[in-house]
Every structure is written in C-alpha cells, then in structure tokens.
C-alpha cells in the first residue's frame, strides 16, 4: 500500500525536493519557493504524492525494459486541476522541479521518466474517472467525433464507440496504449497510408502547458498549441481531453496475406495500393502493412498467429531458397450492406499483383477482432513470463527513393550477418500528404516514406547484442546518405534532436518549447533539452 504524507505543505515540499538521493543544493532551494496562496486555496495536492518503493519502482521502468530512472515521487491525480496545480507549483517555484506524465509506460527508451523528478501516473485519473462513472469517454451529440481523456485506452475508445456503430479510422497495432501517448508521439498502423496517422484526425485538446495553464485548441483556436502538442513528445503540455473524428464503424474484416521474395515486386505493389483513391470508398483497401518473414524468426509470430501449421514447412522451405521472405498484409472493412461485394472488390483490387502464386492467406474476422489482434499475444507471452522482458526497439522512417538501398543494406545484409533478429520486422510505406507539416512530428522529405520497425525482444543479459545492431543500422543509414527519421526516437545531444527535426522545424520546436514550457519543466525523460540527468 503507498502511503500518503500527513505533514503541513512546507515539509511536503521540502520531501519532494529532498526524497531519493537530491542534491544538497536542491535542499536549500526550497526556502526559496515562491508559491501563490491561489495554489493553496484548491483542494490539497499533496496527499497525491507517493513515494514507497513499489511505486517508485513501477514509475522507473518502462516496457523497453532497459532504462530505469527512479523518480522522487509519483503523482496519483484525481482530476485535470491536479495536474494543473502540480504544474504551476513547479513553474512558480525559483526551482523547479521536472515532471513527465506517464500513460501506460510503453516506451522502450525511458521517454516517460522523471529521474529525480515527479512522475504523473494518468493511469491513476483513469481509475478514478472510472471510480465516479464519469468515464473519460463521451460521443458528441452529432456522432461524428468523441471526446476522450488523454488518460484512456484506445481499447476502452474502441469497444465503447462500435457499440454505438461509430468508430476512429486512424490505430496502432497495439490497443493498450493511452490517447495522449499516442497522440504525442502520432500514432501510426496499417491505416495511416489513407487516413493519416492518429495526429491527423483531432479536432480539438484540452492541454495543460508547462506553465499549468489548462488551453482549449484546435486548428482555429490557439493553433499553435494545438500544432506544437500533436507529435510534440510531452514538451509542450499533458494532453487532458481530444476530441477525435469519427466514421461509421464496420462489423467485419477481410484479411489477406500475400508472399513475396522479390523486395522490389513487394516495394512495387504496396505503393500502387498506396496510391488508389477510388471514387467509392470501397474501391481502395482500408489497411496494408508488410513484414519480413527470416530464418531467424517463427513463420507465426506472437503478433499474429495467421499461417496455416500445414503450410509451416512449404513457407520454410521458401525462406530457406530465397533466405528472406516479404509478408503483404492486407484488409478490407465491410459490413451486412457491403458483404456482397467484398470478395469481388478484393479480387479486383489484386489484380497485377507480383506476390509468389500458390501462397495466398485469408481470414473473416469482425472488426475488433482484428484491431486488438496484438492482445492475445501479449498474454500468451504474459502467461509464459517471457513479457516483462528488455525490447531493444528501433523505428525508422526511410524515404521511398532509398529503401531498395535499405533492403540491401540492412534486410540483406546487417540482419544476416548478426543473425539475432527473432521478433518482428514491419516494413510499408505511407502518404506524405496525409501528415500536417505544422505539426510536430518529423518525417522524410517526399511524398511516400516506409516505416520501418526492428520489434525485438531479448534477455536482461543479451539485449546489448540487439542495441549495437541498431546502432549499427543507424550508422549505415548516416554513412549511405539515407535521410532516416527516428519513429519514437532516442537521442541523447541536441545536435542530434536538431538534425532529427531539420535547422527549421527545430527552430520553431524550440521557439514553442519557450513559449509553452520556458522552464523545461515537462517530459524530460525524452532529453531534448534535460539531457544532463539532472532535475533541473
């Protein structure tokens, strides 16, 4: 059981400052905190503050599995002034102290850590909102967009939208995931080559700056926050309430795998696919990812059991002509009015395709079903213990004209001569047009760009092994001239961060940075612009 602190304000304050291995300087700071008597006026915040062992432990490690940064304490909020008061306390203080909110912790890099700082557990908001039946989710008047609590679960948005036959059409492949998390990094899936990634269909957020002001913004309204948050990695406030389009949600899916060994018949047929904007909605396919298919790895893996045991040992006697294999996967949305057609629309849209005949896979799965495929994975791993392990990730986006030289490079060459790679590999392109350059997430410079993502799992004593594979991938994409864009990045200088953005968007980043947290107080677990470890 945490505990909670008894004590006046003031001794509170010197706890928080103190708690965890502070620096004497620190210490001496507090005397010198300029608080507001409006702050003390609201509802107390610091029998909020936790700090025993568990807790800290849980707001240490992420599922990366390979950072660990021990808060000074964690924040168990019970509503978006909370947030707001912790906020302005820290602004307010000659001091501050650094605060990052925490959503489910699914970083792999510690991007969600506050060493010596305040961890915002949001999961905690959750809980409470579902304790008082407010919920965090409600579907506008009009059905066409939701309002959601940045601490939700994209799987809670889900289940409740398609009961009321509505839906969002942007995901991850990954549901257990909160709306702000997502949302500050994009949000990206199969669906993102035709509706953009999750940045691209919001409407509206409540925000909390690093000031602890509380900003409705939009497009229209304070566009700047609003641009700024959308991809902005937590720098520029904790996202409280977005309000998310919404389209009429079908029951059941089409899903389609196809087999190729020829990269550039693969790379051919994903950007034709890519490109088909049909007049009818149903004239184009509403998913499409590609994955790698080695000899490292199961012919099903845990994301997805999909191929057939009966057809395991011609698969394998594939890989082993062609030494790798390319998966296409593919899916079309129907429901009862569309059911007749699906199958005649499908064929047509395969027509020309240059996968290897004779290895064709499908699936009818209903709707979510299909978006929470990922789920039964993770349990099956969870329930073998083989979850709660370090997951070495690296994410990429590589540019259309150099992911033949990609493919050489790394698919054909790194991955075969360190022969470690076991987990998952994605590699499908995306629509440029489909992203808002004002927002804060930085892609390649041209119209279509792959996403690429080593999905690794190791063990706490070989993950170094998949860490140097990585660095290695990055310096031949430096060495060859490949503009790659991390997709969750890690960086640990702010000339990287300033070549991850280009010399202009990092100059807007950092002139948004100023505005909306001029004290750097937030997200420093991403090192933008807290790379020294310190907590101030």
Known sequence: MAETFPFSTYFILLLIISTVGKTERLLNSATNLQLTEELFAVENIFDKLYNDTETLWRASKDFGNIVHEIPAMVFHPSSVDDIANLIKLSYS???????????????????????????????????????????????????????????????DVLNKMVENRVAPVSWTDYLYLSVGGTLSNAGISGQSFRHGPQISNVLEMDVVTGKGDLITCSKQNNSELFHAVLGGLGQFGVITRARISLHPAPTRVKWIRLLYSDF????????????????????????????????????????????????????????????????????????????????????????????????????????????????????????????????????????KSQIMQFNSGVFKGILF???????????????????????????PDEDVFYTVGFLDSSGF????????????????????????????PQHSTQEEWKNHFGANKWKVFVERKNQFDPRMILSPGQKIFNNNNDSV
């Open 93 to 155: 203080s000659t001091v501050p102290f650094r605060i990052a909110a925490r959503g489910q912790g699914h970083s792999t890099g510690g991007q969600a850590m506050a060493h010596n700082g305040v961890v915002v557990d949001m999961a905690a908001l959750r809980r409470e909102r579902k304790k008082k039946g407010t919920g965090g989710i409600s579907l506008g008047m009009s059905r066409e967009y939701v309002d959601v609590g940045g601490e939700q679960l994209w799987i």
């Open 264 to 399: 550039s018949a693969f790379t051919k047929d994903q950007e034709r696919l890519i490109s088909i904007n049909g007049r009818k909605q149903n004239k184009v396919w509403d998913y499409l990812e590609g994955t790698l298919l080695m000899h490292q790895g199961p012919i099903n893996n845990w994301r997805s059991s999909f191929f057939p045991l009966s057809d395991h040992l011609r698969i394998a006697s594939l890989i082993t002509k062609h030494n790798i294999l390319y998966c296409l996967e593919l899916c079309k949305n129907y429901d009862h009015q569309s059911q007749e057609n699906v199958n005649k629309e499908s064929e047509e849209l395969l027509e020309g395709m240059g996968n290897i005949p004779g290895f064709y896979y499908e699936k009818d799965v209903s709707y979510v079903e299909f978006l929470n495929r990922v789920r039964g994975g993770e349990l099956k791993l969870q329930s073998q213990g083989l979850w709660d392990v370090p997951h070495p990730w690296l994410n990429m986006f590589i540019p």
């Open 417 to 443: 001569k360190r022969n470690i790679t076991t987990g998952h590999v994605l590699v499908y392109p995306m629509n440029r047009s489909k992203w808002d350059d004002r927002m804060s997430a930085s892609i």
């Open 461 to 488: 004593d070989n993950w170094n092994e998949f860490d140097d594979q990585n660095k290695e991938i990055l310096k031949f994409c430096i060495d060859n001239g490949i503009k790659v864009k991390q997709y969750l």
